[in-house]
Structures are given as structure tokens and as C-alpha cells.
């Protein structure tokens, strides 16, 4: 499996600043995703990171608010702009290799998020 | 709307006394039926994919099983160790990305 790296692994930001998460993987992988899991809750996908094209967003989450850059297979940041507490949450990078179609996903130990 | 749902909510076991955790979903086209463990702080930590009816998977005290309608988790004899959230997830035909239940936390006392 995916050995998947994230920095930071926590971190604590005033209101209104951003943060870049970055996602690091040992090998190419074809799909990257982005998951947020708040307090108590299970996880939600925020976006899919296209290599060389634009995310895929789910619904509820914009671009302007998450930006993501994905420049390369082994790679890629999201962004939490202009941050509020609500955006306190634990974000998650998982990579599926999509080599078949039944494909295994596997999940980054997470970043920890708190906004004051 | 495609849903994945986990019961109980919480599970308190002695240790060495079996259970099952349950997840229910509604998928159209299932392409795999994910259990991931995680413990607090932590990201997910892949166990198990099952992929048709009646398929098994076992790893050590856990054993994954899955019908058209529900997957299983069994534990057997669990151990202090085992405590933690185990999370179902679900990929129907067309996504890519999984579909999560909000889990299971079990808690084993020795």
C-alpha cells in the first residue's frame, strides 16, 4: 500500500487567515482525494485532485474557499482560505492507485485544524 | 440518495467477549465495501475490502463479511488493543471516492 505523508500534522490559526496542507505520497497514484472530518463526525469529501486539470469539488465546498493544486502524481496541498472556527476540523488525504477497478484507498494520518 | 449507515453508535466489550459492529447501506452499483479503523488523532487504517455477496475477509480477531444489504465486522475475543472507531465506507459504480458511515467506537476493558 501507499505510504501517504501530510504537513503540518497540526496546527492552530487565527480567524481569517489561510493554511496549506501539504499531501506527499511514495509512488504515483492516479487519484487524490481531500476529506474533512469535524468533531464527532465521520468523513466528507471535500474534492477530488486532478493532475494537470482543476479539482473536482463536492457539493457544499467552492473553490475560493478550498483551493487545491495537484502538479504532479505523488503530490499535492489544499488550502483553507479565510478561515473561521467552523473551520476547526481534522483534513484527510487519501490516494486510490487506479489500477484496476476495483481499487484500495488508503488515508494520510490527517491534519488538525484549530481556528481561534 | 446513495447512504451508508453504522450501528451501534458506541460498544462497550469485555475483553474476550465477541461482538458484531453492523453497517447498512443504499448503493446503487456497489464497487466495494470499505472497513477502515481509526484511532483518536489519527487518519483511517485500512482492514478490509469486500467487493460481492458473500465474500469473508478475515485479519487476526476481525472478520469482514457482506450481503447485498449489510456488512459485518466480528470481533472475537477482543483485547484492550482493539478500542477504537471502525468506519464503513461505500463506493457505488460510478465515483471514486467513498461513501463513509459516522462508525462504531468500541471500547474492550480488560
Same mark, same amino acid.
Given at each position: 500500500?501507499?505510504?501517504?505523508? %501530510?504537513?503540518?500534522?497540526?496546527?492552530?490559526? %487565527?480567524?481569517?487567515?489561510?493554511?496549506?496542507?501539504?499531501? %506527499?505520497?511514495?509512488? %504515483?497514484?492516479?487519484?487524490?482525494?481531500?476529506?474533512?472530518?469535524?468533531?464527532?463526525?465521520?468523513?466528507?469529501?471535500?474534492?477530488?485532485?486532478?493532475? /494537470?486539470?482543476?479539482?473536482?469539488?463536492?457539493?457544499?465546498?467552492?473553490?475560493?474557499?478550498?483551493?487545491? *493544486?495537484?502538479?504532479?502524481?505523488?503530490? *499535492?496541498?489544499?488550502?483553507?482560505?479565510?478561515?473561521?472556527?467552523?473551520?476547526? *476540523?481534522?483534513?484527510?488525504?487519501?490516494?486510490?492507485? /487506479?489500477?484496476?477497478?476495483?481499487?484500495?484507498?488508503?488515508? /494520510?494520518? /490527517?491534519?488538525?485544524?484549530?481556528?481561534? | 440518495?446513495? =447512504?451508508?449507515? =453504522?450501528?451501534?453508535?458506541?460498544?462497550?466489550?469485555?475483553?474476550?467477549?465477541?461482538?458484531?459492529?453492523?453497517?447498512?447501506?443504499?448503493?446503487?452499483?456497489?464497487?466495494?465495501?470499505?472497513?477502515?479503523? =481509526?484511532?483518536?488523532?489519527?487518519?483511517?487504517?485500512?482492514?478490509?475490502?469486500?467487493?460481492? $455477496?458473500? @465474500? @469473508?475477509?478475515?485479519?487476526?480477531?476481525?472478520?469482514? #463479511?457482506?450481503?447485498?444489504?449489510?456488512?459485518?465486522?466480528?470481533?472475537?475475543?477482543?483485547?484492550?488493543?482493539?478500542?477504537? #472507531?471502525?468506519?464503513?465506507?461505500?463506493?457505488?459504480? $460510478?465515483?471514486?471516492?467513498?461513501?463513509?458511515?459516522?462508525?462504531?467506537?468500541?471500547?474492550?476493558?480488560?
Amino acid at each position: 500500500s501507499a505510504v501517504i505523508s %501530510q504537513k503540518p500534522s497540526r496546527d492552530i490559526c %487565527q480567524r481569517g487567515t489561510s493554511l496549506t496542507i501539504q499531501c %506527499q505520497v511514495d509512488s %504515483q497514484v492516479t487519484m487524490m482525494f481531500w476529506y474533512r472530518q469535524q468533531p464527532g463526525q465521520s468523513l466528507t469529501l471535500i474534492a477530488t485532485a486532478n493532475q /494537470g486539470s482543476e479539482a473536482t469539488y463536492e457539493s457544499g465546498f467552492v473553490i475560493d474557499k478550498f483551493p487545491i *493544486s495537484r502538479p504532479n502524481l505523488t503530490f *499535492s496541498t489544499l488550502t483553507v482560505s479565510n478561515m473561521s472556527p467552523e473551520d476547526s *476540523s481534522i483534513y484527510l488525504c487519501s490516494v486510490d492507485d /487506479g489500477t484496476n477497478y476495483y481499487n484500495e484507498q488508503f488515508f /494520510g494520518p /490527517g491534519t488538525r485544524l484549530t481556528v481561534l | 440518495e446513495d =447512504q451508508v449507515t =453504522q450501528s451501534p453508535e458506541a460498544l462497550r466489550l469485555q475483553e474476550g467477549e465477541s461482538s458484531s459492529l453492523n453497517c447498512s447501506y443504499t448503493v446503487s452499483g456497489l464497487r466495494g465495501l470499505f472497513w477502515y479503523r =481509526q484511532d483518536p488523532g489519527k487518519g483511517p487504517e485500512f482492514l478490509f475490502t469486500l467487493y460481492s $455477496a458473500g @465474500e @469473508e475477509k478475515e485479519k487476526e480477531r476481525l472478520k469482514a #463479511t457482506l450481503t447485498k444489504k449489510e456488512s459485518f465486522l466480528h470481533i472475537t475475543a477482543p483485547k484492550p488493543e482493539d478500542s477504537a #472507531t471502525y468506519l464503513c465506507a461505500a463506493r457505488d459504480q $460510478a465515483g471514486t471516492a467513498l461513501i463513509f458511515g459516522k462508525g462504531t467506537t468500541l471500547s474492550v476493558s480488560s
